[in-house]
């Protein structure tokens, strides 16, 4: 191998490694961020079908680890990159191309998976799964945090249920004598404290009688009543 063949080589494999150590970087970042970002890791417990059903934690909290570790994996892949290819050990890069191809295998088949059955990894928001889970599951005492990511969905999205407030008059949280004697939990009305942080987990309504009323006239004012949870594409 000529000298200016050898010198292209090392400047591709520089480049290459520079990009992953990049790469590497970014997606650690974005994963910090996104696993600090409480709300939306929140919201993603709202995403019931598929293997969601069965996870302890919501679904972006694995999917933050997942981005976290992937990007360690890249930056680690980059330093190992440099090593090899300054000792021109041959095994080196010979462990550093196969992690390349591994990845790059890996992150085909997800994305394949992704556009060709997201549900299985339940990224689509079923609408009957989320009422069924709304009135078996809101306010029961061993489902807080389900209960803190309907009450942060209504808040953020000023709507009452997932395709309207009847859904809590059969539910569990009213037959159960859950409710309080609430008609609608307070994260329906509109509140005082809308725009503030965490106001969901402290709702207080502009007036709570009115909202609570059963009759249309009385509450329509004082209660969200247009948009709804299904209608939403931001979970």
Not at 10 to 20: C, D, G, H, P, V
Not at 63 to 79: E, F, K, P, R, S
Request: aromatic share 8%.
């Amino acid at each position: 191998m000529s000298v200016v063949t050898l010198g292209v080589s090392k400047a591709i494999l520089a480049l290459t490694n520079f990009l992953l150590l990049i790469c590497g970087f970014t997606l650690v970042t974005g994963g910090m961020l996104l696993l600090f970002d409480s709300d939306r890791i929140l919201l993603s417990r709202l995403l019931i079908s598929g293997v969601q059903a069965n996870l302890h934690y919501p679904l972006l909290y694995y999917a933050a680890i997942g981005i976290t570790i992937l990007g360690c994996i890249l930056a680690m892949t980059g330093v190992l990159g440099c090593w090899a290819s300054c000792i021109n050990s041959y095994w080196l890069l010979t462990i550093y191309f196969l992690i390349i191809i591994m990845v790059l295998i890996g992150e085909c088949v997800l994305f394949i998976t992704i556009w060709a059955w997201p549900n299985c990894l339940g990224l689509g928001l079923d609408s009957y799964e989320l009422t069924k889970a709304v009135q078996g599951n809101y306010g029961k005492e061993d489902q807080e945090e389900f209960t803190a990511a309907i009450d942060l969905a209504q808040t953020m999205f000023q709507c009452c249920g997932v395709e309207s407030a009847n859904e809590y008059d059969t539910s569990l949280w009213r037959l159960q004598t859950l409710s309080h004697s609430l008609a609608v939990p307070l994260t329906c009305c509109k509140l005082i404290n809308q725009n503030q942080t965490k106001s969901h987990l402290n709702p207080i309504p502009a007036n709570t009688t009115l909202c609570q009323a059963l009759e249309v006239s009385r509450h329509e004012r004082h209660r969200h009543l247009k948009v709804n949870i299904s209608d939403n594409n931001q979970l």
